[in-house]
């Protein structure tokens, strides 16, 4: 089936550890992105891709990186210069025509302790 | 790209038609209107988008204003599983591929039985 994977759904990770989210689409998507999510609160936009070996800061980029090596993958580096990196992290993908729409993984709940 | 404006919560009786109003008083005409919404701890999930014109699916029908400056989703018979967060969005659709796809706070939305 065609979709969007993020993988693990759940991770915990020492305070000071650099930790790594995969995405994965298979929808030969041009466009992916990678939200953060805190509980109650909207997303906000961290990086985007808009092409293979290209990507742009979002609004709150400090304390990420990425890499867009692979038309479908993306992952997510979380460092340890985060200081706040628990949070509920979304990716999500789109051909980059803006009349059509976004889809979005399940998501990855990191909690750093 | 323009920003939008939402109530925070509203509430709606199961059966009944919910409303949920967006204002995106700065609009350019080159801007999509496009609403998700996101079930608890889910990845976003696409409901519909439009320029000019009202929208129909399967899902729920968008009004846009003639103006553009707002407009309003129509979910026609809420269900106990429409219980979510609506997301009204605009994206330009003159910019390359993978423009920011920036979310606000969304309405909160509770379908009461």
């Known amino acids: 089936d065609g979709g969007i994977t993020q993988s693990p759904k759940y991770l915990f990770r020492k305070e000071g550890q650099n930790v790594t989210l995969s995405c994965e689409q298979n929808?030969?998507?041009?466009?992916m992105y990678w939200y953060r999510q805190d509980p109650g609160q909207g997303l906000r936009l961290i990086y985007y891709s808009q092409i293979v070996n290209d990507f742009q800061k979002g609004d709150i980029a400090e304390g990420y990186s990425v890499s867009r090596e692979k038309k479908e993958s993306f992952p997510l580096t979380v460092t340890s210069a985060q200081k706040n990196p628990t949070a509920f992290y979304l990716c999500a993908s789109s051909t980059g025509q803006s009349n059509t729409e976004a889809f979005f993984g399940q998501g990855t709940r990191l909690t750093v302790v | 790209d323009a920003k939008t404006t939402q109530p925070p919560s509203m509430d709606c009786a199961e059966g009944r038609a919910a409303n949920l109003p967006c204002n995106h008083s700065?609009?350019?005409?080159?801007?999509?209107v496009y609403w998700y919404r996101q079930i608890h701890s889910q990845g976003p999930q696409y409901i519909i988008h439009?320029?000019?014109n009202n929208e129909t699916n399967e899902m729920a029908s968008l009004i846009i204003t003639e103006d553009r400056k707002s407009s309003t989703l129509i979910l026609p018979h809420a269900t106990l599983r429409d219980t979510a967060v609506y997301y009204c969005?605009?994206?330009?659709?003159?910019?390359?591929?993978?423009?920011?796809?920036?979310f606000g706070g969304g309405t909160r939305v509770l379908v009461k039985p």
């Open positions: 929808l030969n998507h041009d466009a």
């Open positions: 969005i605009v994206r330009d659709r003159l910019r390359a591929a993978g423009n920011k796809l920036t």
């Open positions: 439009g320029l000019k």
């Open positions: 700065t609009i350019s005409g080159n801007e999509y």
